[in-house]
């Protein structure tokens, strides 16, 4: 089994800057695929960027290019999300999520996630 727990969310005003950080335990593979999505009430679930661990090559959906980084420390165990230039669209709860590689933008396809944390935007 592997555990993710999110950090990192919180308010900010439109045009700042929020750092996620989300950290495995258990048991983790270095061919594993981490990603980030979000969610807003009554919406379904929205990529938002996902890193192979062992290349890290990165994906991002489109709303985010551009704008927000993911990348990772393996030796923490650890996956990040840098998200610059936020706007209100932004709002969500967001969650990490992992699987075994190959990489698939799909949320049902992700076999654990984190509790999620929230990110607010303000106008």
């Known amino acids: 089994q592997v555990q993710l727990v999110e950090s990192g969310g919180g308010l900010v005003q439109a045009g700042g800057s929020l750092r996620l950080s989300c950290t495995a335990s258990?048991?983790?593979?270095?061919?594993?695929?981490m990603a980030w999505f979000r969610q807003v009430p009554g919406k379904e679930r929205e990529f938002v960027a996902g890193?192979?661990?062992?290349?890290?090559?990165?994906y991002y959906g489109d709303s985010v290019k551009g704008r927000f980084t993911i990348s990772r420390d393996n030796a923490e165990n650890t996956v990040y999300l840098q998200m610059n230039s936020l706007n209100p669209e932004d709002t969500a709860d967001y969650y990490c999520?992992?699987?075994?590689?190959?990489?698939?933008?799909?949320?049902?396809?992700?076999?654990?996630w984190g509790q999620g944390t929230q990110v607010t935007v303000s106008s």
């Open positions: 999520a992992g699987r075994r590689s190959p990489f698939i933008s799909r949320s049902l396809d992700y076999d654990y």
């Open positions: 258990g048991r983790t593979f270095s061919t594993y695929v």
């Open positions: 890193i192979r661990l062992s290349s890290g090559s990165t």
